[in-house]
């Protein structure tokens, strides 16, 4: 398997950052599939820290060709702002290491304003998104009237589109009571940003087959997670994408036989931002000291995220939807120093006992976790490098996570460190 997709198999925030950061080095083609500048990571290279939200992880390393693919809701003024960044951090972003799918949706800052209506009204819509325009631009894509990163490329055809989104814009706007849009604001806003864009345009589904014919390694990077995903997800508290492992195909234009390992990124505790059902959530001391050890704030939005035990149902149900070949499991060393460390294994439901997250919201907010008990342990695992180094309480921790997800640890994360990595597995090689 020449190629890797990388997910979160929990709410995101697995610590995908620094596994991508250490599969981006090996990769040749580092390409993005789904969501937009919602993600974020932060990648140390050198002792020099990164902030990304849109583009992929590849660009801040050299020689590295970083895609943007059809999948993923692009915000112009958003990549401008990045590219700016990192171009004061010494990060040369051209069009020789970074390509756009021409065929990918804009977001406009009417998304953005939308999702800001939508999150501060109180008709009991509230997602708690990260007000980035997600969810508004991935409703006109599906609607077919979104604006794509093509249609830059030929301004004599913008009137005519921006006409057929404000035909639905508008009549909205009027409905919430706020001002209509004026078409020539619309197409300024284009026109004026055209000009960074449209050198970054490509084919975005032959470049990848191009490459993949030379036998470069493609590394894909998926943002947030599996319980967010539309379809697989706590619906209706979920982004707008398709986080699973299936979009990398469909949201590069790459055939999915050739997308190789699969890797679970997956946190040995669980977290969450925003609304929803969390049925592990501990809501008290543990779930603050997990927060505080692990440092459990959002890196685009800066809130706090919700803490609780390890979820193996909701894990293993992930290992399934995304065809998990392996786990990166992460932030281990969180859990040092507890003296009881819990798992849930089942959830009661009505009186029965299920293996399963049921699909429906009030199934989900019903649900009673079943906990089984395991003995901490008080040494420390962080900075651990080999088996030999964990505490043996700690191993069969892990040992007895992959029985409960059915899938073997391929990597194990001790540390934000890049070295503090214990690899069993590597999963471009595999
Ligand atoms: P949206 O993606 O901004 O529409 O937000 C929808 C839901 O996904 C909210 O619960 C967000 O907190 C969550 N979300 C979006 N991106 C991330 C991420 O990168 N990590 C964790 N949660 C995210």
Known sequence: ????????????????????????????????????????????????????SLLPSGVVRQGKLSVIGNGVVFDPHAFVAERKRLSEQGVSIEPGNLRIADNAALILSLHRELDATRESSNSGTKIGTTGRGIGPAYEDKVGRRAIRVMDLAHPEGLPERIERLLAHHNPLRRGLGQDEIDAAAILDELTSVAGEIVPFMDRVWRLLDERRKAGDRILFEGAQGTLLDIDHGTYPFVTSSNTVAG??????????????????????????????????????EIGQFLGEKGREFGTVTGRKRRCGWFDAVLVRQAVAINGIHGLALTKLDVLDGLEEIKVVT?????????????????????????????????ATTAGARRWSDLPAQAIKYVRHIEELVEAPVTLLSTSPEREDTILVRDPFQD
Request: charged share 20%; proline share 4%; glycine share 16%.
């Open 346 to 378: 089942g959830y009661r439901l009505d009186g029965t006992t299920i293996d399963y997250l049921p699909a429906s919201l009030s199934e989900q907010q019903r649900v009673e976790p079943i906990y089984e008990s395991f003995e901490g342990w008080q």
């Open 247 to 284: 979009q990398a195909a469909a949201g590069s234009g790459l055939g999915p036989g050739s997308l190789g390992f699969v890797l679970g990124i997956t946190k040995a505790y669980t977290t969450r931002v925003g609304e929803g059902p969390f049925p592990s959530e501990q809501d008290n």
């Open 1 to 52: 398997m020449a190629n890797v997709v990388v997910i979160g198999s929990q709410w995101g925030d697995e610590g995908k950052g620094k596994i991508v950061d250490w599969l981006s080095e090996r990769a040749d083609v580092v390409v993005r599939f789904q969501g937009g500048h919602n993600a974020g990571h932060t990648l140390v290279v050198d002792g020099v820290s990164y902030k990304l």
